[in-house]
């Protein structure tokens, strides 16, 4: 199943990749594959924008906006006027997680 | 011979692990069902800390969970005739994958739940298995930098534990792959409604006492008489989008959820005007009303959907919500019209 298509904000930097290969075990929709000792992105509409890959690139060639991505949650950030958050801090009731 | 001992080095090392079973009680099953529909969700935890499964040594794997019960039963169940550590981190009650976005199943926490739990005393080797989902949250390497042990990702779900052991630590790319069939989006749909209950019941009410207005004022008979229908709309457009949007998710063609959801509050307003003989502006007005509230409630599944991207929920939402208050507002504007004429 797909979502939007050309909307993600992940990025692949080709020179900065070294083929590790973590992205490709991190990624819970197999965005990426090793090829020819470089990791490429099959279709990116796959992203979910999680950020598995980029946290876990340690020579940085992998960016990618993640963040809470609930709509209850940017609702909760517009009307709040901050980044998109759950409304659960600590020891607070939280709702939706 | 002497042997030079710096007392102050040594660290005790209290060997109380606590065992768990690898069986699930019905109590445990009951818990589980329980917090499937909502109830006693923020407390469903378990004390963070080591856990051992059958008896393990010091070159036993190590696995690490979070404190929310149902990921630990989860996990555990899948462990039979195992010999391993479990380390329970503390994410404050909350799944693997949430806690892993949100920053608790993190970096910083399994760095410092592997310190306190003095782990690199009670095993030799240098490997911890962390659940794949938390990799949004856990920089592997920088875990072994701040602790030396290296994080080894598992796959995806528990039943796959045992396979990805004997194979040396190896997933199969089909063990690494987030699925979403209909019986994982059931699963969530319980909770969803529960959450919604007090909206349904609210709007419930406030459509009810409406169908007594008149332009003579209020007449409560008339309510009575007339308030079953708007109030039965209403539900099925939460059962609409909540429910059978859900089940049906990619049946329907579009990609943005508030448009499945609209077609379902459609369908429903459609199927429930063939059980009341309510005058057309009436109709039009509920019609409205419902289409806005399936497509919220389904809106908001993305929060729970595997594969809904933040800039495609934003993108969504920035036209969805004024259709949807829209809808609402002249859906509502049009039944109180119509209670008046």
Redesign the interface.
Known sequence: ?????N???LKLDNELCTGCG?C???????VFEINRGKAQILDIN???????CS??C?FGAITV???????????NGILNGTE?S?DCG?GE????? | MAISLNIKSLKPVVFSVPAVSTKLEFSDLIGALKVRFGIGR?NYTITPGLYKVGNPDSHSDVLVSANYKLSFDMLRKNLSLLNIWILVIDT?G??VW?????GNFGTNNVVKSIRNSSLEHIVKHRNIILP??S???????KVKEQTGFRVI?GP?QAKDIKTFIEAGYK?T?AM???T?PMKERAKLIPVDFM?AKYKLLLIMCLFFIFSGLDRTGFLFAKMVETGLSPVIDILGAFIGGIIVAVLF??WIPF???ALKGAFWGLVSTILLNRLFDVPVLEAIGMGLTSISIASFMT??F???S????????????KWA?PIQIAFVVVGSILFIISKLI
Not at chain 1, 1 to 5: I, N, R
Not at chain 1, 24 to 30: T, Y
Not at chain 1, 93 to 97: M, Q, Y
Not at chain 2, 135 to 141: E, I, Q, R, Y
């Open positions: 199943m797909q979502y939007f298509k909307v993600v904000t973590m490709v075990i991190v990624c819970p929709h197999a796959d992203c979910m924008e999680c950020g598995a946290l876990n340690k906006r993640s963040g809470v991505g609930c709509a209850s949650g940017i609702l998109p759950c600590d009731k939280n709702s939706c997680c | 923020n404050k909350i799944n949430c806690a892993a976005g949100k794949q989902l990799a949004s949250g856990v920089a592997a390497h990702f995806i997933a790319p690494r792959k987030i979403f959450y998710l990619p990609r943005a959820f809106m908001n993305t929060g729970s595997t594969y809904t991207s933040l800039s495609g929920v934003q993108k969504e939402m919500i």
